[in-house]
């Protein structure tokens, strides 16, 4: 294991009456990138801006490497932070905006200047020192921002959606180059994000919040193959969530009140019959075709619906048709809650 | 071809509305004419004559001093109570504190100037200052009037994202001081010039206010031009407002590349 960067213990925020944070614990590991993954009001932004000091929590404390840095003003925190929106200084050029942060530790002249320089040519930007933010791209805009805070040299960066401001086809471009920038560093990376397909994506371990609670952390592919509770089953994989009273189930791993049945874990039979447990026959109330495989929901005999997802070579059923579904019991994840 | 003919039509209409009167008075400036609506045939004699109207020069001089030292103090004053009301969030008796300087904009001006004879009388009564009134009483009053429209500028301006850069600044290294000189104080620069502008010609136009609050040794221009119109009017008067229009055009010209620049500056940041 790689040694702790970052520790928050019992880190707890409120505004007013709300709870914007529970008491929460987290470590965070040198060089690693770590997802905060949740929706709006989870607490993940809230976090964010309390690791930054841009936020004073109420309670818990902050060690980086060991040292307490709850109280430190951000100016002082070796943390950065790129903003969601970038928040390029207008009034700047790009190489002045990157030299900003050099300016204030007091880095000048040629130093200074080679800094800036090495890190245009990190992201790309080589030449487009003199230029006005708004003279520039979106993806260019992410860069500039990203090297404002990379010429820092800081162990953490913090990315507020760092992808989230970008067109569709730009965004898994620089979600690699992210990630790549990520090694090259070797800098510890916090992003927070709402897209799961991008935390599962990116990170090398990903927390998952709702209503300032932590959920789940960790590995992409534990968390998405072993979702601890209905919230995150539904929210990683848009999983389907049964319980167990409702259904015929036959699980491995029996006693669990509900559990997790991804789409693609589902076999489809059109006009085919059921036969004992862990299959069920209803008919195809929606299709949406995904390219590599199509979405059905169906609607069970029983009451309520599965989403099945269906490889692009198998037989496909109509709407309104008649099928039947069937899973392996070791497909049933059991969920706490 | 009539309804693509209707809208230059309008924007003639319109344009001859607000224009015509001033470009009338312009014109009448350069009539060699006594009688300030008689055309004589074109001369530049009230031009001379005005040059020679060392009163009339007095009073615009007095106008432009008071203009720029009320224009100042309201910028500074503006300024900061616009600052305080973006930035300090929901401080306590925010609401209040708008509220007084949005009253100030609508107060009639007959009130606030004699609002303001009021308290200078019963200062001066009080304290010995100020000593009479004069120039100074006039700047006073324009200042206070002045702030309030700087402040709503100020405001409008940094209600924006730029809290934001801000803490991107702090999240930098930089103290809420460095962050405030380097950053908040260059994108307030625009709006607290363009304040000062408007403070300024509020104070150089007013006639109302000043009338309360001058002495006798306040006479600023518009009251002099006033004044001289009961006595009856020359064509010096005509002159007097083609140089102001020039200057005021000017002054408008100067305000709309500045906004321009700024709007330049910031237009890639849409959201």
Redesign the interface.
Known sequence: MAPLLLEVRGLSRRFGAAVALAPLDLAIEAGEFFALLGGSGSGKSTLLRLIAGLEAPDGGSLLLEGRDITRDPPWARPIHMMFQSYALFPHMSVAENIGYGLRRAGVRGAEQARRIDEVLALVRLKGFGARRPHQISGGQKQRVALARSLVMRPKLLLLDEPLAALDAGLREQTGFELRALQRATGAAFVMVTHDQGEALALADRIAVLEGGRLMQVGAPADVYARPASAFVARFLGAANVVEAAHLSLSPAEPGAAAYALRPERIRLTPNGATTGANAIAGHVRDVAFRGDATLFVVALDGGGELRVMVPADDPMPIMGERVALAWDADDLVPLAA | MRRVRLVPCLLAAGLVFLWAPVLLLVGFAFSADRIPFQWGGFSLRWFTTLAANERLIEAAWLSLRVAAGAATLATLIGGVAGFALARWGAFRGRALFGALIGATLVLPEVVTGLAMLLLFVTLEAAIGWPAGRGALTVLLAHATLGAAYVAVVVQARLAG?ER??E?????????PA?AFR??TL??MAPALAAGWLLAFTLSFDDLVIASFVSGPAGTTLPVLVFSALRLGLTPEINALGAIILALAALCVGLAVLLMRARW??????G?
């Open positions: 994202n934001m850069l803490e991107a600044a702090m999240d930098l290294g930089a103290g460095a380097t950053i260059p994108l330049l500056e910031g237009g890639g940041e959201g």
